[in-house]
């Protein structure tokens, strides 16, 4: 089985083609919406006043494992461990187990 464990696993994981198509699909069967903000009833753009390209644009996200990648190499490709967050959700996401001393640590993580 694959391990992602060091920067460079994980690099090489978040940069293959087989990731790539798969977050776009995540991003796409969440409705490239933040599920995250969704859940907490949070409505960040207003959608009458945007087109859909230009609400995309507006919110970075990023496609989260919910079980992380690290300890569940298993699951890095299951779509029922993956969904769409927002990159504010996503640092608290992380953050939560870190405390506030590193708020980037995750910045170049799984946006690639
Ligand atoms: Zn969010
Ligand atoms: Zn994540």
């Given at each position: 089985m694959k391990e992602y464990k060091t920067k460079e696993q994980k690099r090489k994981f978040y940069d293959s083609g087989e990731w790539k198509q798969l977050r776009s699909k995540i991003k796409k069967r969440d409705n490239y919406e933040c599920q995250e903000c969704k859940r907490n009833g949070f409505?960040?753009?207003?959608t009458n006043e945007y087109s859909e390209s230009a609400r995309r644009k507006k919110i970075q996200l990023v496609v989260h494992h919910i079980k992380e990648l690290e300890h569940h190499p298993e699951l890095a490709l299951d779509e029922d461990n993956l969904e769409t967050v927002c990159v504010d959700c996503h640092n608290k996401e992380h953050g939560r187990d870190f405390g506030k001393k590193q708020p980037n640590k995750w910045q170049h993580d799984e946006k690639w």
């Open positions: 409505v960040r753009i207003d």
